[in-house]
């Protein structure tokens, strides 16, 4: 950090955030005009330069025009007017006056706009015209900063040499000056809180700057709000008298009353952060870094100053200053454009023919001498030096002139656009706009589009067309012109279509004549939307009679059923839509007849709404959903009921608009349950006419379903007649619904189930009664007389057994007789059902009873559990041998024990495997009979096989040599050795120790594989016994010089190096000097392995000393509670 930029000690003291609730809000005085006067200058003022009359001069805003690109079409948002008069003048007051380049703007109301210059002159220009001039602050620097008062009387100005001048505005009379901590840094921003002014140097530093006026004399009070020694503060922007934001290189900080608060500001640190308050909400910062755009919101209150990010968006380019223009954020960015934020952000609006000016060109250069920051010279180059906002319309300092840019009026922007081309854009820009021209422009939009009927093929362009048309009441252009040229267009049909459905045209209707038209273009491109279009149009914009004989005709169902809904309701839809009913025609696929549409019919009624699906008014649902009922069940001589046809129609659909109403009116509340009854005995009564056993079983499943979730009440009819259905009608489902309707019985009225325990003799559902009655031996009996019995089935008398078998005394003793059955079923579960208390012998004999594959698999399941034992594992075994051969060595070596060597053996004898054979002679102890069975199994194998065999004879001859006599291990290695091709070189030294060298030499194999392998074997012994010195003489050596080197040794006292006894045992030691220690009769030679001679002297070790462990003693503790008074006080 600089030291040149910290501000001074009393500014430091006053930068405890003072503040911003002392503000003034006192009133200004009005000026002396006498005091306060100009004094006349005899020289020619630089009005009179500015106004002479040069042929020769250059005229700023035809090169700029000749520069500036044409717009294509005027789209933009943005509307540029450039201000030549105020561009010369400032071009002659450059070239004629030594004025220098301009350098900062501030515009305020009623067309005041005042610019500095480098050279540290004001013009302030009214109307574009000069006002005033001040010349006299040339020492001061350039001029970098301007900012108007609320009110617009006074003027701050901001020299690049640290000082802030108050002028008047009016007339240019200089009111105050003020110098911020001195000449050190120059002012890089100044601006307005309420009546106070608000100013940032080049430092970093935020100062405060209070207005009086005591006694009639102007003054200034300046403190410092923000040092530059905490942060460099780079931006700031004001919210009001008592609110002020500030950003540094790192943060973004809020000041108000005192406190402050602030976020981590991310980004690269070469990019100057951009700031602004959120032109509607005042809680709401909007700020911006590189490519990075985010609100923050403010949180302010009595004793909290919050701030926190809520929203963040990703930018295409930088920003370099932030506005509102129009109601819309405003960013200029580092290419030079300005862009409004929203669907005309990728519309930029070119502005770099302007050459804008950049704060950095001043405070960095001359008249700063040098006096900027760290930070400055890194953010300060994209400083937006003239950009001001005043009355809605921007204007921005260049080096070709002032530009003043503002939103660009609607109609304007869609006559643009029309003329481009850009249709879709023209009419959503008029949808927004109203008013007479706009209905004016509108009209034209229309006719011309009609003209054009291929404009109206887009369907985006046709949706617009037709909201243009209804919002401005165009309803003569609409269908006179539009209809009449577009009509074959199937996007405009489908819009207006869509329109009519939305209910847009229900204020003012087309005639009978256009909308039968259009129902009838729809029926060709869009059917589906006759019956919306229908439903959604009054009844006084259709023609009823051509309108039901067309649908009728092209077969819409929907729409004949819209069209007698809107004359009689949706009762009325649902009685004229029965007679165009096919019976089964929704079983077979696609239905061609009005069942679908009598469906939606009904389910419109039933939920008292309108064909458009639009609820009715409140008072009149319970008489429409009344009627619908009635309707629906409703039958005359000859006609059948609503009900009926939707039922003979398509079974399913009707169960599940059934089902979908049984949870509002008329199926819920006071007469309920008695809807309900109704509409199931009529649904019961249909079935006598239901060959199908699909349908038939629909019905079934939602009676049943209604009478076990309650909406049904017990009433015996229904179930009798439930009943009687089940009797006829076989199958699960229909068992399991009748079971359904039992436990809704046994639930409310348990003295009844026995009583229907034999109305249907059927065993899945005998054996559920039996089970909920307690009878559990019938009904294990009921259950396996039931045929093919489902997973469902198996799942629930599982469920049954495991749930009984640890409450109910002796149900496993019941459940024994039915073990092979449950084992059959699901071997795994019935193995868990067995517990270490039932007898062995009926595991075995049970096994005894299964096939071979559900014997593997419970005997597998009991293995796992740890219950297979007994009898059980031969059975399991010979299973084994069986049907799975290669898994019988396996089964052998991993469960030792578990069966019988005998009985292993015999079995493997009998059943197989071969390989099994060694296994088994080696667990009888026959070894020899084992290796022979090696040996057969060697000579039977191929060559891939042998070598495994080989090593696992081998392994046998290990295992059984150090447990027989030497004569016979010796007899096992030689039998093997002289009946194999190869020996494996480990099984070969193993063999030395039962087999003389000539043994082997004569009786294994020739001399030189010998000799190859014994020398191979030496030859490693030798190289570990070497490898085992080498590093035992290092590390001696290494303990040696380390203890050498820390002048220390270490305790000698454990086990002699020699004799490998306790060094107490016997009197007299010698210690080594590498910490070795020997008993004094152990060694003969008095030297140590290294070579060093042992000291002659003699030590006597003390006795070891044990430490005496203390027992602890048991004390016996108390733990009294302190007494506990109770609600009254009373202990």
């Given at each position: 950090?600089?030291?040149?930029?910290t501000?001074?000690?009393?500014?430091?003291?006053?930068?405890?955030?003072?503040?911003?609730?002392?503000?003034?809000?006192?009133?200004?005085?009005?000026?002396?005009?006498?005091?306060?006067?100009?004094?006349?200058?005899?020289?020619?003022?630089?009005?009179?330069?500015?106004?002479?009359?040069?042929?020769?001069q250059?005229?700023?805003?035809?090169?700029?025009?000749?520069?500036?690109?044409?717009?294509?079409?005027?789209?933009?948002?943005?509307?540029?007017d450039?201000?030549?008069?105020?561009?010369?003048?400032?071009?002659?007051?450059?070239?004629?006056?030594?004025a220098?380049?301009a350098t900062?703007?501030?515009?305020?109301?009623n067309?005041?706009?005042?610019?500095?210059?480098?050279?540290?002159?004001?013009?302030?220009?009214h109307?574009q015209t000069?006002?005033?001039?001040?010349?006299?602050?040339?020492?001061?620097?350039?001029?970098?900063?301007?900012?108007y008062?609320?009110?617009?009387?006074r003027?701050?100005?901001?020299?690049?040499r640290g000082?802030v001048?108050?002028?008047?505005?009016?007339?240019g009379?200089?009111l105050?000056?003020?110098?911020?901590?001195?000449?050190?840094?120059?002012?890089?921003?100044?601006?307005?809180?309420?009546n106070?002014?608000?100013?940032?140097?080049?430092?970093?530093?935020?100062?405060?700057?209070?207005?009086?006026?005591?006694l009639?004399v102007?003054?200034?009070?300046v403190?410092?709000?923000?040092?530059?020694?905490?942060?460099?503060?780079?931006?700031?922007?004001?919210?009001?008298a008592?609110?002020?934001?500030?950003?540094?290189?790192s943060?973004?900080?809020?000041?108000?009353?005192?406190?402050?608060a602030?976020?981590?500001?991310?980004?690269?640190?070469?990019?100057?952060?951009?700031?602004?308050?959120?032109d509607?909400?005042n809680?709401?910062?909007?700020?911006?870094?590189?490519?990075?755009?985010q609100?923050?919101?403010?949180?302010?209150?009595?004793s909290?100053l919050?701030?926190?990010?809520?929203?963040?968006?990703?930018?295409?380019?930088?920003?370099?200053?932030?506005?509102?223009?129009?109601?819309?954020?405003?960013?200029?960015?580092?290419?030079?454009?300005?862009?409004?934020?929203g669907?005309?952000?990728?519309?930029?609006?070119?502005l770099?023919?302007?050459?804008?000016v950049?704060?950095?060109?001043?405070?960095?250069?001359?008249?700063?001498?040098?006096?900027?920051?760290?930070?400055?010279?890194?953010?300060?180059?994209?400083?937006?030096?003239?950009?001001?906002?005043?009355e809605?319309?921007?204007?921005?300092?260049g080096?070709?002139?002032?530009v003043?840019?503002?939103?660009?009026?609607?109609?304007?922007?869609?006559q643009?656009?029309?003329?481009?081309?850009h249709?879709?854009?023209?009419?959503?820009?008029?949808c927004?706009?109203?008013?007479?021209?706009?209905?004016?422009?509108?009209?034209?939009?229309?006719?011309?589009l009609?003209?054009?009927?291929?404009?109206?093929?887009?369907?985006?362009?046709?949706?617009?067309?037709v909201?243009?048309?209804?919002?401005?009441?165009?309803?003569?252009?609409?269908?006179?012109?539009?209809?009449?040229?577009?009509?074959?267009?199937?996007?405009?049909v489908?819009?207006?279509?869509?329109?009519?459905?939305?209910?847009?045209?229900?204020e003012?209707?087309?005639?009978?004549?256009?909308?039968?038209?259009?129902?009838?273009?729809?029926?060709?491109?869009?059917?589906?939307?006759?019956?919306?279009v229908?439903?959604?149009?009054?009844?006084?914009?259709?023609?009823?009679?051509?309108?039901?004989?067309?649908?009728?005709?092209?077969?819409?169902?929907?729409?004949?059923?819209?069209?007698?809904?809107?004359?009689?309701?949706c009762?009325?839809?649902?009685?004229?839509?029965?007679?165009?009913?096919?019976?089964?025609?929704?079983q077979?696929?696609?239905?061609?007849?009005?069942?679908?549409?009598?469906?939606?019919?009904?389910?419109?009624?039933?939920?008292?709404r309108?064909?458009?699906?639009?609820?009715?008014?409140?008072?009149?649902?319970?008489s429409a959903?009344?009627?619908?009922?009635?309707?629906?069940?409703?039958?005359?001589?000859?006609?059948?009921?609503?009900?009926?046809?939707m039922?003979?129609h398509?079974?399913?659909?009707a169960v599940?608009?059934?089902?979908?109403?049984?949870?509002?009116?008329?199926?819920?509340?006071p007469?309920?349950k008695?809807?309900?009854?109704?509409?199931?005995?009529?649904?019961?009564?249909?079935?006598?006419?239901?060959?199908?056993?699909?349908?038939?079983l629909?019905?079934?499943?939602?009676?049943?379903g209604?009478?076990?979730?309650?909406?049904?009440?017990?009433?015996?009819?229904?179930?009798?007649?439930?009943?009687?259905?089940?009797?006829?009608?076989?199958?699960?489902?229909?068992?399991?619904?009748?079971?359904?309707?039992l436990?809704?019985?046994?639930?409310?009225?348990?003295?009844?189930?026995?009583?229907?325990?034999?109305?249907?003799?059927?065993?899945?559902?005998?054996?559920r009664?039996?089970?909920?009655?307690?009878?559990?031996?019938?009904?294990?009996?009921?259950?396996?007389q039931?045929?093919?019995?489902?997973?469902?089935?198996?799942?629930e008398?599982?469920?049954?057994?495991?749930?009984?078998?640890?409450?109910?005394?002796?149900?496993?003793?019941?459940?024994?007789?039915?073990l092979?059955?449950?084992?059959?079923?699901?071997?795994?579960a019935?193995?868990?059902?067995?517990n270490d208390?039932?007898?062995?012998d009926?595991?075995?004999?049970?096994?005894?009873?299964?096939?071979?594959?559900?014997?593997?698999?419970?005997?597998?399941?009991?293995?796992?559990?740890?219950?297979?034992?007994g009898?059980?594992?031969?059975?399991?075994?010979?299973?084994l041998?069986?049907?799975?051969?290669?898994?019988?060595?396996?089964?052998?070596?991993?469960?030792?024990?578990?069966?019988?060597?005998e009985?292993?053996?015999?079995?493997?004898?009998?059943?197989?495997?071969?390989?099994?054979?060694?296994?088994?002679?080696?667990?009888t102890?026959d070894?020899?009979?084992a290796l022979?069975?090696?040996?057969?199994?060697?000579?039977?194998?191929?060559s891939?096989?042998?070598?495994?065999?080989?090593?696992?004879?081998?392994?046998?001859?290990?295992?059984?040599?150090?447990t027989?006599?030497?004569?016979?291990?010796?007899?096992?290695?030689?039998?093997?050795?002289?009946?194999?091709?190869?020996?494996?070189?480990?099984?070969?030294?193993?063999?030395?120790?039962?087999?003389?060298?000539?043994?082997?030499l004569?009786?294994?194999?020739?001399?030189?594989?010998?000799?190859?392998?014994?020398?191979?074997?030496?030859?490693?012994a030798?190289?570990?016994?070497?490898?085992?010195?080498i590093?035992?003489?290092?590390?001696h050596?290494?303990?040696?010089?380390?203890?050498?080197?820390?002048r220390?040794?270490?305790?000698v006292?454990?086990?002699?190096?020699?004799?490998?006894?306790?060094?107490?045992?016997?009197?007299?030691?010698r210690?080594?000097?590498?910490?070795?220690?020997?008993?004094?009769?152990?060694?003969?030679?008095?030297?140590?392995?290294?070579?060093?001679?042992?000291?002659s002297?003699?030590?006597?070790?003390?006795?070891?000393?044990?430490?005496?462990?203390?027992?602890?003693?048991?004390?016996?503790?108390?733990?009294?509670?302190?007494?506990?008074?109770?609600?009254?006080?009373?202990?």
């Amino acid at each position: 950090m600089d030291l040149l930029k910290t501000p001074s000690i009393p500014s430091l003291l006053d930068s405890d955030l003072e503040s911003v609730d002392s503000y003034p809000y006192d009133e200004y005085e009005e000026l002396d005009e006498v005091e306060y006067a100009l004094p006349v200058s005899e020289a020619p003022t630089l009005e009179e330069v500015l106004s002479s009359d040069v042929s020769e001069q250059v005229n700023i805003a035809e090169e700029v025009t000749e520069k500036d690109p044409k717009e294509p079409a005027t789209c933009s948002a943005l509307q540029v007017d450039f201000l030549q008069a105020v561009s010369q003048q400032l071009s002659q007051a450059e070239e004629r006056s030594s004025a220098g380049p301009a350098t900062a703007l501030s515009v305020g109301t009623n067309g005041r706009l005042t610019v500095g210059t480098a050279h540290g002159h004001l013009l302030s220009f009214h109307d574009q015209t000069l006002r005033w001039v001040c010349d006299n602050n040339g020492d001061c620097g350039a001029v970098t900063c301007l900012s108007y008062s609320n009110d617009n009387t006074r003027l701050l100005a901001g020299f690049a040499r640290g000082h802030v001048y108050q002028y008047e505005s009016v007339r240019g009379v200089v009111l105050r000056k003020v110098t911020l901590g001195g000449e050190t840094w120059g002012t890089l921003r100044v601006t307005w809180a309420g009546n106070a002014g608000l100013a940032l140097d080049t430092g970093g530093s935020v100062w405060l700057m209070k207005f009086s006026r005591p006694l009639g004399v102007r003054s200034a009070k300046v403190s410092c709000l923000f040092s530059g020694a905490r942060g460099e503060v780079v931006t700031m922007t004001a919210r009001d008298a008592r609110i002020l934001a500030l950003a540094t290189l790192s943060r973004v900080i809020i000041v108000a009353g005192g406190r402050a608060a602030g976020v981590r500001l991310d980004g690269p640190a070469d990019i100057l952060p951009v700031l602004e308050w959120f032109d509607t909400n005042n809680r709401l910062l909007v700020c911006a870094r590189g490519l990075v755009l985010q609100w923050l919101a403010v949180t302010i209150s009595a004793s909290n100053l919050g701030l926190k990010p809520i929203k963040q968006i990703e930018l295409k380019t930088t920003p370099l200053w932030l506005g509102w223009l129009g109601g819309s954020l405003t960013i200029f960015d580092s290419e030079e454009n300005l862009r409004l934020w929203g669907d005309d952000y990728d519309k930029p609006l070119d502005l770099s023919h302007i050459e804008p000016v950049y704060a950095s060109a001043f405070f960095k250069g001359h008249w700063t001498d040098g006096r900027v920051s760290r930070a400055m010279c890194k953010a300060g180059e994209s400083a937006l030096a003239g950009a001001c906002i005043s009355e809605g319309t921007l204007s921005i300092l260049g080096r070709r002139g002032i530009v003043r840019i503002g939103p660009r009026d609607i109609l304007t922007r869609a006559q643009a656009f029309m003329s481009s081309g850009h249709h879709l854009q023209a009419l959503r820009l008029l949808c927004s706009t109203q008013g007479s021209k706009a209905k004016a422009l509108a009209s034209d939009f229309v006719i011309n589009l009609s003209e054009r009927p291929h404009i109206v093929s887009n369907k985006n362009v046709a949706v617009q067309v037709v909201k243009l048309c209804l919002k401005f009441n165009l309803h003569e252009e609409l269908w006179t012109c539009l209809w009449e040229n577009c009509s074959n267009e199937k996007a405009f049909v489908e819009a207006l279509g869509d329109a009519a459905v939305r209910g847009e045209m229900s204020e003012h209707p087309p005639t009978p004549d256009f909308t039968q038209a259009l129902i009838e273009k729809l029926a060709d491109l869009e059917p589906e939307l006759v019956e919306r279009v229908v439903a959604s149009l009054p009844l006084t914009a259709i023609d009823p009679h051509r309108a039901s004989v067309f649908t009728r005709e092209r077969k819409l169902w929907r729409g004949v059923g819209a069209i007698a809904a809107a004359l009689d309701g949706c009762s009325g839809a649902m009685r004229s839509l029965v007679q165009y009913v096919e019976a089964g025609c929704g079983q077979r696929g696609r239905c061609a007849c009005a069942g679908a549409a009598l469906v939606l019919a009904a389910a419109d009624a039933l939920a008292a709404r309108s064909p458009a699906a639009r609820p009715l008014p409140a008072h009149a649902r319970p008489s429409a959903r009344h009627d619908a009922l009635t309707t629906l069940l409703h039958e005359e001589e000859g006609r059948p009921s609503p009900l009926r046809v939707m039922v003979n129609h398509d079974t399913g659909s009707a169960v599940r608009l059934l089902e979908q109403s049984s949870r509002e009116p008329p199926f819920a509340g006071p007469l309920g349950k008695q809807n309900r009854l109704r509409v199931a005995r009529a649904l019961l009564s249909f079935i006598d006419d239901m060959p199908e056993y699909e349908r038939r079983l629909e019905i079934l499943e939602f009676v049943t379903g209604q009478l076990h979730n309650g909406s049904l009440p017990l009433d015996q009819e229904l179930i009798q007649k439930v009943q009687d259905l089940v009797t006829r009608t076989e199958g699960e489902k229909t068992d399991r619904a009748w079971l359904s309707v039992l436990m809704r019985v046994r639930a409310q009225r348990d003295q009844l189930l026995p009583g229907y325990r034999n109305a249907i003799p059927r065993s899945r559902i005998l054996w559920r009664i039996d089970a909920l009655l307690g009878n559990h031996e019938q009904a294990l009996k009921e259950f396996f007389q039931l045929k093919n019995p489902s997973e469902v089935d198996i799942d629930e008398l599982f469920e049954y057994v495991q749930s009984n078998s640890e409450v109910v005394p002796d149900f496993r003793n019941i459940m024994r007789e039915h073990l092979p059955a449950l084992i059959k079923l699901r071997p795994i579960a019935a193995a868990e059902l067995l517990n270490d208390d039932q007898p062995i012998d009926v595991v075995a004999t049970t096994m005894q009873t299964l096939p071979s594959e559900r014997a593997l698999e419970f005997g597998k399941c009991l293995l796992e559990m740890g219950r297979l034992k007994g009898h059980a594992t031969t059975i399991y075994l010979r299973c084994l041998c069986t049907s799975q051969p290669d898994y019988v060595k396996d089964f052998l070596t991993n469960h030792a024990g578990l069966v019988k060597p005998e009985d292993a053996l015999s079995i493997v004898k009998e059943l197989g495997p071969k390989d099994a054979e060694p296994i088994c002679l080696e667990a009888t102890g026959d070894h020899m009979a084992a290796l022979e069975a090696f040996l057969e199994l060697i000579a039977a194998a191929d060559s891939e096989k042998e070598n495994n065999l080989v090593l696992q004879a081998c392994e046998l001859c290990v295992r059984i040599g150090p447990t027989v006599p030497a004569q016979t291990a010796a007899d096992m290695w030689t039998r093997l050795l002289r009946n194999i091709s190869s020996v494996p070189p480990a099984s070969l030294f193993e063999a030395i120790a039962y087999l003389p060298l000539e043994e082997l030499l004569v009786k294994t194999c020739n001399s030189a594989q010998v000799g190859r392998i014994l020398a191979d074997g030496a030859s490693g012994a030798a190289m570990w016994r070497c490898a085992n010195r080498i590093a035992g003489r290092e590390a001696h050596e290494a303990l040696a010089r380390a203890l050498s080197a820390a002048r220390r040794g270490v305790a000698v006292r454990g086990r002699c190096v020699r004799c490998d006894a306790p060094l107490h045992e016997r009197v007299g030691a010698r210690t080594a000097h590498c910490a070795r220690a020997y008993h004094a009769d152990c060694e003969p030679f008095p030297l140590c392995d290294c070579g060093r001679r042992l000291p002659s002297a003699v030590v006597n070790l003390p006795p070891l000393h044990t430490r005496q462990i203390t027992i602890p003693q048991e004390y016996k503790l108390l733990l009294v509670a302190p007494p506990r008074p109770d609600l009254e006080g009373v202990v």
